[in-house]
């Protein structure tokens, strides 16, 4: 398992209260800063686990170059890379590895979470219901939760998170869904993340970096949807964001696409005008 930052001792204890299986657990923890009050053997003691290993990159590391790191540097059988404000309930590892232990042929598990708003947000803390595994759901939005737990074979060919957009694990569960890989889904609320409220950054770089996603994955999309992100990132207005975390199907960029031809040819203002002139022939009536 990695981890990509230092000082997590929530998400540690979290893994130490495993009823069963942290025998099978490796911890590798990634960071940009080094870690002058955590040793190894503090982490060892935390988290219940024996097999711990502290990665120090280079101050301009992305969060990208540190996970791939992170599961290079991991040795273990199954590959769970979290956010170190995520919480592992009790029973985690006893639900997921008897998943894969029973079913060879899939390649992933994920399950439901327990969301921690921290600030005012859209958002609610609660309960998340996530859905079965669904291609089409997939091209939409991230559906997969906060903790996607990957059998090492799918690290082996050479899926990598990458750092042109900031989507990262929803573009990496994109690359393993393009090789047939199976997903789990296991209706239960496995794992609790905190969530902030986007960043003004985030909403104003949100269709640029799903473009990106987009272009970097041509072949997952309908090709409506990958015109869409090629005319976003050439900055052609019709060409809107979309909604904050999804990525507009053929239907939603054939609609913005007429929309901007209608607008073009002024059938806006003549519909306009028929309104207008109808609702003055009613107030005569």
Sequence with gaps: ?????????????????QSEGRSRTEVVAVSS???PRFTSSLWQEISGCRNVTLVETEQTASVSEQLNLG????????????????????????????????????????SDYIRLVRDASSA???????????????QSRNILGPAVCYRRTVWEQDIRFRANTTYREWDYHVQVTLTGA??????????????????????????????LLVINNQSFFHPHTVRWALCHLRGETWATPHALGVIPGPLDVTRQF??????????????QN????????????
């Design 258 to 271: 007429n929309d901007h031809i209608l607008h073009r040819i002024g059938a806006h203002r003549t519909t």
């Design 33 to 35: 800063t080094a870690f």
């Design 1 to 17: 398992m990695t981890e990509n930052t230092a000082g997590p001792p929530r998400l540690l204890a979290s893994l130490a209260r």
């Design 182 to 211: 199976s997903f789990f889904h296991i209706p239960y609320p496995l794992v609790t993340a905190e969530q902030g409220k986007p960043s003004f950054k985030a909403r104003a770089e949100d269709g640029r970096n799903k473009a």
């Design 71 to 110: 599961g290079m540097q991991a040795s273990s059988q199954y590959l769970l890379f979290l956010a170190p404000e995520t919480r592992l309930d009790p029973k985690f590892l006893t639900s997921i590895l008897p998943v894969f232990d029973e079913n060879p042929e899939i390649d992933a598990v994920y």
């Design 124 to 138: 609610e803390s609660g309960f998340v219901q996530l859905p079965g595994f669904s291609v089409s759901a997939l």
């Design 274 to 285: 028929a309104i207008r002139q109808f609702e003055s022939s009613v107030a005569h009536l």
